[in-house]
């Protein structure tokens, strides 16, 4: 059972991390001379770098949003795995961890979703996705499963 619960709670951190790092790292498109995330979009020219604040449109708020509130509901998530890890009665499920991990797949899901069909209008079509729009995509899944796995564990002695 030990070994389970490190399991889950490696799988969980796993999640977060992705979540933060898609997050705060700036390359959710990229070219050979730029870069665009949810916060700045940066330019290399022959004079250097220059970097400018993301659009001020309502889809890029919602998903800077969205991937904020995936890593609050996950930080939660966590906190309380260990909350009820200590206050759960035995034989108990850990349906609050379970249900806030789970929301928070979905706000990702979400974020990246809205991301993917409404990039085209604001970022240049010469940009590929980066690897924090990846990293995203695959925060999903983990936190997922992390938050259906809570679902059905049981707390044994």
Known sequence: MLLLLLGIVLLHIAALV????????SVWTSSETSTSDLWINCTTTSLGQRCDPASTGEWIQA???LMILSIIFSCLSLFLF?????TLQKGGR???????????????MSGAIIYTVMSPEWVPQINAFGYSYILAWVAFPLALISGLIYVILR???
């Open 18 to 25: 992705l979540l933060f790092v898609a997050t705060i790292v």
């Open 63 to 65: 998903v800077q949003a």
């Open 82 to 86: 260990f909350c009820q890890l200590f």
């Open 94 to 108: 850990f349906f609050l961890t379970g249900t806030f991990q789970i929301l928070a797949s979905l706000f990702v």
């Open 155 to 157: 707390k044994r002695e």
